[in-house]
């Protein structure tokens, strides 16, 4: 795993500037759909091995969305704040407390829900 992460960070970049020189920047896009379902398929054949487990899984969907309101929120405070907003300014400061709010109600729902969309049990894995 490391080493197709550390393949992908040296090659990944070179090969995008070799594509958007040679071509369109647009077909490094494009690139990646075939990629993608090759990936995919990958993934679905090997996880048609795994063992059922025998009981069925409740999907998070509360803790998935309080999760993306709050990433939605900072980074629009990050990509936005100085560029289109001035850093003082009442539409930053409501981002920044929306985002705040959403991540301490995602934090909350974590310790109330059976099974969680991100388990706290992983946070504690060095």
């Known amino acids: 795993m490391g080493t197709a ?14 594509i958007a020189d040679k071509w369109h920047w647009s077909w490094i896009f494009w690139l990646n759909v075939p990629l993608g379902l090759c ?23 509360i803790g998935r969305v309080l999760m993306i ?5 900072l980074l629009l405070v990050l990509t936005s704040g ?11 400061l409501v ?11 995602f934090s909350w729902w974590l ?9 706290l049990g992983v946070l504690a894995i060095p």
């Open 69 to 73: 309101l709050a990433a939605v929120a």
């Open 39 to 61: 990936a995919a398929w990958l993934s679905s054949t090997a996880m048609k091995r795994l063992p059922p487990q025998g009981r069925s899984h409740r999907l998070d969907i």
């Open 111 to 119: 310790h109330r829900v059976d099974e969680p969309f991100l388990p």
């Open 5 to 18: 992460w550390i393949a992908a960070g040296v090659v990944g970049p070179v090969l995008g500037g070799v």
């Open 82 to 92: 100085g560029t289109r907003v001035p850093w003082i300014s009442s539409t930053i």
């Open 95 to 105: 981002l920044l407390l929306l985002s705040i709010v959403f991540t301490l109600g």
